[in-house]
Every structure is written in structure tokens, then in C-alpha cells.
């Protein structure tokens, strides 16, 4: 995917990918490091933490009839050594405590993995 194209998604954030950043931009979410629209293969990945190899996908309605492209999606990014983890809008829009929780959880537990691993 061109560079190019991940800028102008960039520049047009959906709502839902807008309340995420303003969580994670500057590390303010755990001191990670958050990139959003990065190109990983033929993919636009919607948020990338390198640091924890940790994709964050945000799913609209468009994803409802897609189930099949977002699995192929999926296995090529986790193929490139990435967790992806999907939320679609509405838990963002209903509950964002509770995505920052879990997330909060996802990582202190593959760091606890990473740890028992050395």
C-alpha cells in the first residue's frame, strides 16, 4: 500500500479512529508509541504499536459483508509478526473505558509472556 494513501487516510480519520488517537497520541496510553494508517504489506494497518507488535483495527459497518477480507487481512498482518486486535466504532462510542482496559490488560499480559520467555 503506498504511502501516499495511508497520508490521506491520515488526513480523514473517522470519528471512531479520532477518539483512539486522542488516547494514544504522545504515548499517552502506557508510554507506547503509536503510529496510525501505516502501510504493513498490501495493508493499511489502522494503528501500529511496534514496541508490543500490536495492531489496533477499528471496524465500521463496511466490515458487516467483509468477514472473509478481514480474516485474510488479519492472518497477512499477524504473518508479519503482529497481535491484531479489532474493535468495532460502537465499542469506542459506547464504551472506551472499557476497550482502554482491555487493551491494558493485552499488553501486561504479552509482557508478562515476554518476560517468563527469557
Known amino acids: 500500500m503506498s504511502v501516499k494513501f ?7 480519520q473517522t470519528r471512531a479512529e479520532d477518539i483512539f488517537w486522542r488516547e494514544v497520541r504522545n504515548r499517552l496510553f502506557l508510554g ?3 503510529r ?3 502501510p504493513i504489506g498490501k495493508y493499511i494497518a489502522d ?11 477499528l471496524d465500521g459497518d463496511q466490515h458487516d459483508d467483509n468477514e472473509e477480507y478481514d480474516e485474510e487481512r488479519t492472518r497477512v498482518l499477524e504473518n ?15 464504551g472506551l473505558d472499557r476497550v482502554f482496559e482491555e ?5 501486561g499480559d504479552a509482557r508478562a509472556e515476554r518476560k517468563c520467555d527469557k
Open 80 to 94: 508479519h509478526g503482529y497481535r491484531v486486535v479489532r474493535y468495532w466504532n460502537e465499542d469506542l462510542y459506547e
Open 47 to 57: 494503528f501500529v504499536c511496534e514496541q508490543e507488535k500490536l495492531i489496533i483495527e
Open 36 to 38: 496510525r494508517q501505516v
Open 6 to 12: 495511508a497520508r490521506k487516510l491520515r488526513k480523514n
Open 32 to 34: 507506547l508509541k503509536f
Open 103 to 107: 487493551l491494558s490488560r493485552l499488553v
